[in-house]
């Protein structure tokens, strides 16, 4: 299989600031990749520097053999990352049909073997959203929110989708809704993707990959089947006291 994403000796953080050492992983193509972790142990930053949102003070990042640390964040979009952040970033203002289709223009088709995600297909995968087509950001739950802020990425057909703790705060049927249209967009179309979890057993079942983060260094690197074989070690890893 092909390799997608490969990051080398990465270090990245806000300013002066380093959040990130010392960071190298790679990812084959249609290959998922559960990114896990304590609170604040810089997946999101890990996220926010391959989507080119912070600042970056060493190591190389390639997609598809092209670097991508030389490009601003709108560049890394065109390039074939959909970074869907943590706070979702919806246009608030703006209708769902309208947050789907203002990004369309950029849409490119010509991504490899995926087909191309249009609006109609994200309302087939999200039949939520279908039945709220003209309502506006603002008017959507947290789990709608969520939906559509992955929407708005697959419109974009990336090669890689970057997703930040996309279950956080939704309602258990929401995030079963959710983990199966991820896990469609995955394992069924085979899009590549980083989903950072902090509740990682959902996530580690529908990954092929794992890495766990502490302290902004990589803890753990090997395949999310025997670190979700592996109770204990997961425990360990993320410090989670067993009773
Ligand atoms: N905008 C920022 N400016 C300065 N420091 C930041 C900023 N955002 C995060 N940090 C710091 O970087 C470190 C890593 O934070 P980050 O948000 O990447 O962690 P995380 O693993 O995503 O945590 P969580 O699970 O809570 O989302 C923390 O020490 C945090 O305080
Ligand atoms: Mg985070």
Not at 68 to 92: D, Y
Not at 165 to 193: C, F, M
Request: net charge negative; proline share 4%.
């Amino acid at each position: 299989m092909s390799e997608l994403l490969r990051v080398e000796n990465l270090s990245a953080g806000y300013d002066e600031a380093v959040v990130l050492n010392d960071i190298s992983l790679t990812l084959a193509e249609g290959e998922t990749l559960a990114l896990l972790g304590r609170n604040g142990t810089g997946k999101t930053t890990l996220m926010d520097t391959l989507a080119g949102a912070t600042r970056q003070h060493g190591g190389q990042i390639f997609l598809a053999g092209k670097p991508l640390h030389t490009l601003a964040s709108f560049q890394r979009a065109e390039a074939g990352i959909g970074w869907v952040p943590q706070e979702r970033c919806i246009f608030k203002s703006l209708t769902v049909h309208e947050n789907l289709t203002a990004v369309a223009q950029a849409v490119r088709a010509d991504r490899g073997a995926h087909a191309a995600w249009t609006p109609e297909r994200v309302y087939e995968l999200f039949p939520r959203l279908a039945e709220r087509k003209t309502n506006l950001g603002t008017q959507l739950s947290g789990g709608e929110q969520q939906m559509l802020a992955v929407g708005r990425a697959l419109v974009l057909n990336p090669r890689l989708l970057l997703l930040d703790e996309p279950l956080e705060g939704l309602a258990p049927i929401i995030v079963q809704e959710l983990l199966r249209a991820i896990a469609r967009i995955t394992r069924e179309e085979g899009l590549s993707a980083i989903i950072v979890e902090q509740h990682p057993q959902a996530i580690l079942a529908i990954s092929h990959q794992a890495v766990v983060l502490d302290q902004g260094r990589v803890v753990h690197q090997g395949p999310a089947q025997t670190l979700a074989s592996q109770p204990q070690l997961l425990d360990q890893l993320l410090g989670v006291a067993r009773a």
